[in-house]
């Protein structure tokens, strides 16, 4: 078993865990879009099922289930695809409310833009939608049709652009 990098330090309260989010915590080898990570920390990464499952025996001795603080800590030392895996566990996981949740989404949506993988933007933008008409909230809406829109246009689904885009403008102009 390789050694396990993504320990929390014991240096202070005000001390930033050191997690190698980039690295297998069993294998070392570099995660890929498809890493895994333990449900309950959210700290510890895999690259692949066998891996968490290899890992799991000694795992579970040292895993305590993070904080809503210390997963806002790992924000400015954590690369963003990284950052969207603590954020999904963040949803799951913490029970969040709705509008926190949709903001998440939102913020996911976002990197995943950027990483330029359209269909999990597409995903998260769907879900804030989703919680935008849950709670009757229309700047969310406008925002959630918007993005979709954006995300629809570059995948040259003009159409369904045109559809988000349209229902964003009547939202904004009302």
Same mark, same amino acid.
């Given at each position: 078993? #390789? ?9 202070g309260?005000? =001390? ?5 989010? %980039? ?8 995660c890929?879009? +498809? ?6 920390c &959210?700290l ?5 099922? /066998?891996?968490? $499952? =290899? ?5 579970? /001795? ?6 809503? #603080? ?19 566990r963040?949803?799951?996981? %913490? ?6 949740? =949709?903001?998440?989404?939102? *913020? =996911? ?21 989703q919680?935008? +008409?849950?709670?009757?909230?229309? *700047? ?16 040259? *689904?003009? %159409?369904? &652009? ?7 403008l009547? $939202?904004?102009?009302?």
């Amino acid at each position: 078993m #390789a050694s396990n990098n993504n320990s929390r330090t014991n240096a202070g309260a005000d =001390a930033v865990p050191f997690v190698d989010m %980039q690295r297998c915590s069993q294998c070392s080898n570099e995660c890929g879009p +498809e890493f895994r990570f333990c449900s309950r920390c &959210a700290l510890a990464v895999y690259c692949s099922k /066998a891996c968490q $499952i =290899a890992a799991a025996r000694g795992h579970v /001795a040292s895993c305590k289930p993070a904080t809503m #603080a210390e997963l806002q800590m790992l924000k400015p030392t954590v690369p963003p695809l990284r950052r969207v895996c603590v954020l999904e566990r963040m949803l799951t996981v %913490q029970g969040v409310l709705l509008r926190l949740g =949709a903001q998440m989404h939102n *913020q =996911a949506g976002g990197v995943y833009v950027a990483l330029g993988w359209a269909s999990r933007a597409l995903h998260h933008f769907g879900c804030v939608l989703q919680l935008a +008409e849950r709670m009757a909230d229309l *700047q969310m809406q406008c925002a959630g049709n918007g993005n979709l829109g954006t995300v629809y246009d570059s995948l040259g *689904q003009y %159409q369904r &652009a045109l559809h988000h885009l349209n229902k964003h403008l009547d $939202i904004a102009t009302q």
